[in-house]
């Protein structure tokens, strides 16, 4: 269960995201590179979405699923916490090699996957051995064969691709930081004063989701993510 809470996020990204990679391989057919652009463009976009607010959501609320789903457990959410920051990287990851593969450059994603891999073994290695990584030497590790698969892919996708994501990537952080805010508002001073500590968080969490949503809304205006078009 506690995998679960990581790769739903990429099983998540997958169906919204990467389904619009074999739009890509048939604009390449046709020979249509502005079309390619968009539909990768979209699939970037789509993906910070889901990386962004599941890397802070997870990371806020890690205490709070812990006890909800595991109660006895005394160090879950504090692994939970640091297993947060690889999704962003493994959705985007995720999302740059059907893209790569779209526009036939299949050799990249191998080429990313085996230095990932290269580096997490070496931090395995050092880590796990240290005494004071430990268990977490294996998520750091990870993290970091993440971030050394991403920046390959990244180079990669953006010399053939012109995309932008910088600005898109604030705004989408702002306003997850804004949803965990409006829902610690909700649960601390006012839902806990009247319910179970666990009926709270789940109300509070729906409440943040429905402002998360609003925003949603404004920021598609802005930049035209395809919400209601995939």
Known sequence: LFRSLIVFPLAFNMTFSVALIPNISEAINKGNIEAVKKYAQKSIFLSIIIGITSTIGLYSYSEEIFSLLFSNSKNGAYLLKLSAFSIFFNVMNQTFCGIL??????????????????????????????????????????????????????????????????????????????????????????????????????????????????????????????FNKM
């Not at 070496?122 to 920046?151: A, D, H, K, P, Q």
């Not at 996708?157 to 994501?165: G, L, Q, R, T």
């Not at 604030?170 to 930081?177: G, N, P, Q």
Request: net charge positive; aromatic share 18%.
């Open 101 to 226: 593969q779209g526009i036939r450059k299949n050799k990249i994603p191998v080429l990313g996957m085996f230095w990932g891999m290269i580096c997490k073994i070496f931090l395995n290695f050092v880590l796990i051995s240290s005494n004071y990584f430990l268990e977490n030497g294996i998520i750091i590790s990870t993290i970091i064969s993440n971030i050394v698969m991403f920046v390959i892919l990244y180079h990669e996708v953006k010399k053939n691709i012109k995309f932008k994501w910088k600005k898109f990537s604030f705004i989408i952080f702002v306003a997850s930081l804004i949803m965990i805010f409006f829902s610690v508002i909700l649960r601390k001073f006012f839902l806990d004063n009247w319910m179970n500590s666990n009926i709270s968080f789940v109300l509070s969490v729906i409440g943040g989701g429905i402002i998360y949503l609003i925003q949603m809304i404004w920021i598609n205006d802005i930049f035209g993510v395809p």
